[in-house]
C-alpha cells in the first residue's frame, strides 16, 4: 500500500472510516436472536463464494453474482444482518482468482459493499411491511438494487480513476455498459432468492445458488470470448509485422492518430473500437503480398505496384472471415480510396468512402510521411502536416486534414497524451 497513490490513500480511508462506523452502529443497534446469526452464517458463506468468482471487466474492476446475494439479504434481514453479509463477502474471498491481491482490496472492497448495502437501505425503508411480492414493494426493490449497482459503480469507478490515473468518467460509462446486463440478470435472480428462502428455508435457496453459479460462467464466457477476438487481431498484425519491416508500429501508429481524430469529431465510444480495430489491421492484406516486393528497396515495377495494391481487397477477404471484425472489412478495403475518386480499388469519391477509411487515409499517409524507411529518412510533422494540407481536397477529406492538423500538433503530443486511451478495449 506504500506505494499508492495520495489521492486513493484518502479515498481509502474515508471509505474504510465511513463503512467502520456504518458496520459498528448496525451491529449494536440490533438485538441479535439466533436466527439472526444462522442467517448471517448462510449468507455470509455465500457471498463469499460469489465474490471468489469475479469477471474481469475491460476496463478494470470485475462483477461478481455476489450482488443477487447482498440485494437479497437487504430485502430479508434486518440491516445488522446484511450490512455484515456485504462485508463478510468482501473480507472473506478465496481461490485462485483472488489469490495473490493484496490485503487492503479486500479491506476496500468490503467497505464499498457495506456503503452501498447502506444506501439501498435507505431506499428499502420505502417499504412499511416485511417481504412481499405486491408490484408496488417490487418497484421499491429494484429502485434499492439501481442504488446498489450506482453506489458500488461508482465508488470502483472512482477508486480506479485514481489508481491508474485515469478519468473516473470514463471508466464509469465504460463499466455502466457492462454492469447493466449483469444487473438485469442478477436482480430478478436476488428477488427469487428472497421469495424461496422465505418459503422454503435455506434448502430451497441452495438449489437457486446453482443456476446463480451457472449464470456467472455464462457472463465469464461472454467476456472471454470477446478478449479471443482481440487477441486474434493481435496475432494477424504481429504475422503482418514479422514479414514487413516497415509495418514494424505503423499500425499501431494509425490507430493512434485515427482515435485522437475520432475522439475530436465525438465519434461515440463504440465506433472508436471499430475504427481502432480497422486502423490497427488497415494493412493486414499486405499478408498476400511477397516479401520481396514490400521490402524492395529500388523502384517497383508496374506489375509490383499492381500486387500491392491488391493489398486493400485481400485485407477485406482476411477480415471478412472473422465474424465479430466483418463491418472493418469495407473500412479496410477503402482506406486506399482518393477524396477526388482517383484512388483504389473501385475508385470511389467524397463522401462515398466510409468516414473511418477516410480517417485511416489521413492517419497513415502522416505516419508515411513521418516514418523511417530503408531508402529515406522520415521528414519531420511540419513537413508532413504541410503535404497533408497540399493534398487535402484531391488525396485526402479537407475537413479530416483539418481536424488531424488541430489534433496532431506534434509527434510527441499524441504519441504520449493518447496511449493510456488506446489500453482498453
Ligand atoms: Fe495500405
Not at 429502485?143 to 465508488?155: E, G, K, Q, V
Not at 482481440?230 to 499500425?251: F, M, P, R
Request: proline share 3%; with cysteine; glycine share 6%.
Amino acid at each position: 500500500m506504500k506505494d499508492l497513490p495520495k489521492s486513493f490513500k484518502r479515498l481509502f480511508i474515508v471509505i474504510t472510516l465511513l463503512a467502520l462506523v456504518i458496520w459498528i452502529r448496525a451491529i449494536c443497534q440490533m438485538n441479535w436472536a439466533m436466527i439472526d446469526v444462522f442467517h448471517l452464517l448462510i449468507f455470509g458463506l455465500l457471498a463469499a463464494v460469489s465474490e471468489s468468482l469475479p469477471v474481469s471487466l475491460p476496463r478494470g474492476g470485475y462483477v461478481t453474482v455476489g450482488f443477487a446475494v447482498f440485494i437479497c439479504a437487504a430485502i430479508l434481514f434486518p440491516f445488522g444482518v446484511s450490512v455484515s453479509v456485504a462485508a463478510i463477502g468482501g473480507l472473506f474471498v478465496f481461490g485462485k482468482e483472488v489469490q495473490g491481491e493484496p490485503f487492503y482490496k479486500r479491506v476496500f472492497n468490503a467497505s464499498q459493499f457495506v456503503v452501498a448495502i447502506c444506501a439501498a437501505s435507505v431506499v428499502l425503508k420505502l417499504t412499511a411491511t416485511g417481504f412481499s411480492a405486491a408490484p408496488l414493494t417490487i418497484i421499491i426493490y429494484l429502485a434499492a438494487a439501481f442504488t446498489y449497482m450506482l453506489t458500488n459503480i461508482t465508488l470502483v469507478a472512482i477508486a480506479l480513476g485514481v489508481l491508474q490515473n485515469k478519468s473516473p468518467w470514463f471508466i464509469w460509462f465504460g463499466n455502466m455498459k457492462w454492469a447493466v446486463p449483469n444487473f438485469m440478470a442478477l436482480v430478478p435472480l436476488g428477488l427469487l432468492m428472497a421469495l424461496i428462502y422465505d418459503n422454503y428455508s435455506s434448502g430451497g435457496l441452495l438449489l437457486l445458488f446453482i443456476p446463480l453459479l451457472i449464470s456467472r460462467h455464462s457472463f465469464q464466457l461472454y467476456v472471454d470470448m470477446r478478449e479471443n477476438y482481440l487477441n486474434t487481431v493481435e496475432a494477424l498484425v504481429q504475422a503482418l509485422e514479422a514479414k514487413d519491416t516497415y509495418t514494424s508500429g505503423h499500425s499501431e501508429r494509425v490507430g493512434k492518430f485515427a482515435v485522437a481524430v475520432a475522439e475530436e469529431i465525438k465519434m461515440s465510444d463504440e465506433k472508436i473500437v471499430f475504427l481502432k480495430y480497422a486502423a490497427v489491421l488497415h494493412d493486414i492484406g499486405k499478408i498476400g503480398v511477397s516479401e520481396a516486393i514490400l521490402n524492395k528497396e529500388g523502384k517497383l515495377l508496374e506489375l509490383e505496384w499492381d500486387s500491392i495494391r491488391a493489398h486493400p481487397v485481400i485485407g477485406q477477404t482476411i477480415i471478412k472471415k472473422i465474424k465479430f471484425l466483418f463491418d472493418i472489412g469495407l473500412v479496410v478495403r477503402h482506406h486506399h480510396e482518393r477524396y477526388d475518386g482517383k484512388g483504389y480499388p473501385d475508385g470511389i469519391k467524397g463522401e462515398e468512402i466510409p468516414l473511418e477509411a477516410r480517417i485511416i487515409a489521413v492517419a497513415d499517409t502522416y505516419d508515411a510521411i513521418t516514418s523511417d524507411r530503408i531508402y529515406r529518412k522520415g521528414r519531420t510533422h511540419d513537413e508532413a502536416i504541410a503535404e497533408l494540407k497540399r493534398v487535402a481536397g484531391t488525396q485526402l477529406d479537407p475537413e479530416i486534414v483539418e481536424i488531424f492538423c488541430k489534433v496532431v500538433k506534434s509527434e510527441s503530443t499524441v504519441r504520449t497524451v493518447r496511449t493510456d486511451q488506446l489500453q482498453t478495449a
